[in-house]
């Protein structure tokens, strides 16, 4: 499994970005999806997750904010960013599994369970 992460950057408080997440070697359409992302010197924080199913679930953080979306024909995943606040700048990883693995990973936070991206970072700062 191979994921790739794209679109971070810098970008001003209140401003928007969408991250992307390419996947191979898996059959995407049958995993589940997550962000997880992490500020430098801290732990791993859950920020979203999709299902196979198109179910959707969101950190307190990011609820109304942030918005993941799939495309199974693209074997993408994507994180749309808005509002974004200096305390967003982390970087943001991507990750695939089971929905056990998922649910593992919302719950530990943990990078023993599914497959990880390398990440890309999103600063948010004027």
């Known amino acids: 499994v191979h994921l790739v992460e794209s679109g971070g950057g810098l970008v001003q408080p209140g401003g928007s970005l969408r991250l992307s997440c390419a996947a191979s070697?898996?059959?995407?359409?049958?995993?589940?999806m997550a962000w997880v992302r992490q500020v430098s010197g801290k732990g791993l924080e859950w920020v979203s997750s999709i299902y196979s199913d198109g179910s959707t679930y969101y950190a307190t953080s990011g609820k109304g904010r942030f918005t993941i979306s799939r495309d199974n024909a693209k074997n993408t995943v994507y994180l749309q960013m808005n509002s974004l606040k200096p305390e967003d700048t982390a970087v943001y990883y991507c990750?695939?599994?089971?929905?056990?693995?998922?649910?593992?990973?919302?719950?530990?936070?943990?990078?023993?369970?599914?497959?990880w991206g390398q990440g890309t970072q999103v600063t948010v700062s004027s």
């Open positions: 070697g898996l059959t995407f359409s049958n995993h589940a």
């Open positions: 990750a695939a599994g089971s929905t056990y693995d998922v649910v593992k990973i919302v719950t530990y936070g943990s990078r023993d369970f599914g497959s």
